[in-house]
């Protein structure tokens, strides 16, 4: 089984996403949507309930408005999630001292429910990574593109994951950042629908992390899914799926 740890079919880009996740059941990929905001969290907390190969991952973007509202909904809803994302810091507009106040308080839920957080920092690495030296769930630096320094930071936290989106196809940046981390900490995804440059990026794309890791690794990619599948029912404490 392969996974897409990340990605958006709830995006109104998508006019078929029934028809994505029927395609990527018959390729055997499990996919974890990622909310943005209350809205979006509700319908993937629906599709998550009618696909077997969904699950949900209850969040909010950084730049969105943190909203208590979303607290309680991913309370609510904890039986239902496997994860809290997508959360984290992004100072690509400007620095924002209560995007950090905010983040504080998702580790702070994430921790008290025991469940593991996906996070996006952009111009905002180093924060990140500081805020999580002593978290106590498996944290997932989806898209990680920081510097050298702070990668060698993150690899020394037992905690920390990174998740490699489809298009490191292309990304020499990416291609050199697999090469950095053991495999026992890598996961894939897609972002869909961004970050893809030939057409509409969807989870089955994901196919082409899998390919550049299994490559960079020197490995196959039946061992190298077989690698990562255990990863992902350790990250998110699925038995079986
Ligand atoms: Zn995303």
């Known amino acids: 089984m392969k996974y897409d740890i990340h ?32 809205e979006d969290n509700e319908k993937v907390l629906e599709f998550s309930k009618t696909y077997s190969n969904v699950h949900a991952s209850l969040g909010m973007h950084p730049t969105n408005i943190f909203d208590s509202k979303i607290i309680n909904q991913i309370i609510k809803n904890k039986d239902k ?7 984290g ?19 702070q839920l994430a921790e008290k429910l025991s469940k593991p957080l996906i996070i996006h920092s952009r111009n905002a690495e180093k924060e990140v990574i500081n805020e999580l030296i002593s978290i106590q769930v498996p944290a997932i630096l989806h898209c990680f593109t920081g510097k050298k320094k702070l990668l060698k930071e993150a690899l020394n936290n037992p905690n920390i994951y990174f998740s490699i989106p489809a298009n490191i196809k292309y990304s020499q940046q990416f291609q050199d950042l697999v090469k950095e981390i053991q495999i026992e900490k890598l996961l894939c995804e897609t972002d869909s629908p961004y970050l893809w440059k030939e057409c509409m990026n969807t989870p089955l794309n994901v ?6 890791i299994s490559q960079l690794k020197g490995i196959s990619i039946p061992e190298c899914e077989d690698l990562i599948e255990k990863t992902v029912k350790t990250v998110f404490k699925l038995s079986n799926i």
């Open 7 to 38: 990605c958006h079919l709830t995006n109104k880009e998508y006019s078929n996403p029934n028809t994505i996740i029927t395609e990527c059941e018959k390729n055997n990929i499990s996919i974890i949507l990622n909310g943005l905001d209350y």
């Open 81 to 87: 999630i496997i994860s809290i994302g997508e959360v």
């Open 89 to 107: 810091i992004d100072y690509k507009e400007g620095v924002d001292e209560t995007q950090l106040i905010n983040f504080r308080k998702i580790i």
């Open 207 to 212: 196919i082409y992390s899998y390919e550049k």
